[in-house]
């Protein structure tokens, strides 16, 4: 079992960063992929990095380049370092935790989620 909060979140001006922090219950951390996802009102949740045991990561085209993922086993933690943020940012953002090894971007994949940490940019 794997519980997650979610933090970091806030209101940015467009051009900004925040980093989003997840952090996670259990002695098991290091064994879960660890992903981020986003939920804009009306649309679907949609996949945005997720990094595996080894730190081998995955982005999605619309994030490569701004956002980074990372990992601290010892703390437990997962981030994302958000950067250059764009009013079309605005969402609710997720951390997931996934059983397997690698990074994935299957919603599927992921057993357990958090309560989402709410991000806005304005223009």
């Known amino acids: 079992q794997v519980q997650l909060v979610e933090s970091g979140g806030g209101l940015v001006q467009a051009g900004g960063s925040l980093r989003l922090s997840c952090a996670a219950s259990?002695?098991?951390?290091?064994?879960?992929?660890m992903g981020w996802f986003r939920q804009a009102p009306g649309k679907e949740r949609e996949f945005l990095s997720a990094i595996g045991w080894k730190g081998d990561s995955t982005y999605a085209d619309s994030v490569k380049g701004r956002f980074t993922i990372s990992r601290d086993n010892a703390k437990n933690t997962v981030y994302l370092q958000m950067n250059s943020l764009k009013p079309e940012d605005t969402a609710v953002y997720y951390c997931a935790a996934s059983g397997g090894s690698r990074p994935s971007a299957r919603r599927s994949d992921y057993g357990y989620w958090g309560q989402g940490t709410q991000v806005t940019v304005s223009s």
């Open positions: 259990g002695r098991t951390f290091s064994r879960y992929a």
